[in-house]
Each structure stands twice: as structure tokens, then as C-alpha cells.
Nanobody, 130 residues
């Protein structure tokens, strides 16, 4: 079964940084839009960032991460990374990646459970606390 795999989570202090990775052995990620989502305890899963599958590699970012998080592709390693800087306690969550069949159209507005998102991974835990 094709599935994405997230890695890179961990525990950091406020203001710290982490780099999350999304990989798969099932297909080539280039050409597919890839989303990052997160879910905190007791809260709905929310969209973080989406990187387009088009050659311009444009991205859509949630307001709460603009200026702090950056999504990028690593074609050599068939990966998509989420670079997280200036982390805050409210960033604590399980982070997931998924294929976005709408190429980021509607990202952030379409609920994760009913949207065009597939091949979810198991997630990676990020904890931000002092």
C-alpha cells in the first residue's frame, strides 16, 4: 500500500527549529502537490503548508506559520521538507504529510477528511516547551 512517511519530529524549546521530512518509496514526489497538516490534542487537523506540483514550486502557507515555516522539495532524496523556525508552544502537534490532488487549490479551506488529500502518513510528533 502506497503511503507517505514523516520524520524529523522531536522536542525543542520555544524559539528553536526543526526540519520535518516527508518521503515515500511508492512513487516520485516531484509533480505532485504535497501538503503538511498538523493536529494538536483535542483540536481539528489543520493545514500548515502546501507546495505545488508545478514547476514553479509555489506554496500556500497558513497565516500562523508565515515567516516561520518554509516548505521545500528535495528531488535527489524524493522528499519534501518542512523547515520550522521560531517554534512556539502552540506549534505542538502531530504533523502529517499528504498528496494534494487539487494542487493546493482550496488548501486551508477544505476540511482534511473530505478534501482531495490522500496517502496520509502516520505523522511525526513535535513538542515545543520550556
Amino acid at each position: 500500500q502506497v503511503q507517505l512517511v514523516e520524520s524529523g519530529g522531536g522536542s525543542v524549546q520555544p524559539g528553536g527549529s526543526l526540519k520535518l521530512s516527508c518521503t515515500t518509496s511508492g512513487f516520485i514526489l516531484d509533480g505532485y502537490a504535497i501538503d503538511w497538516w498538523r493536529q494538536a490534542p483535542g483540536k481539528e487537523r489543520e493545514g500548515v503548508s502546501c507546495i505545488s506540483g508545478s514547476s514553479d514550486r509555489s506554496s500556500v502557507d497558513a497565516d500562523f506559520v508565515k515567516g516561520r515555516f518554509t516548505v521545500s522539495r528535495d528531488s535527489a532524496n524524493n522528499a519534501v521538507h518542512l523547515h520550522m523556525n521560531n517554534l512556539k508552544p502552540e506549534d505542538t502537534a502531530v504533523y502529517y504529510c499528504a498528496v494534494d490532488s487539487a494542487d493546493c487549490d482550496g488548501f486551508g479551506r477544505t476540511p482534511w477528511a473530505s478534501g482531495p488529500y490522500d496517502y496520509w502518513g502516520q505523522g511525526t510528533q513535535v513538542n515545543v516547551s520550556s
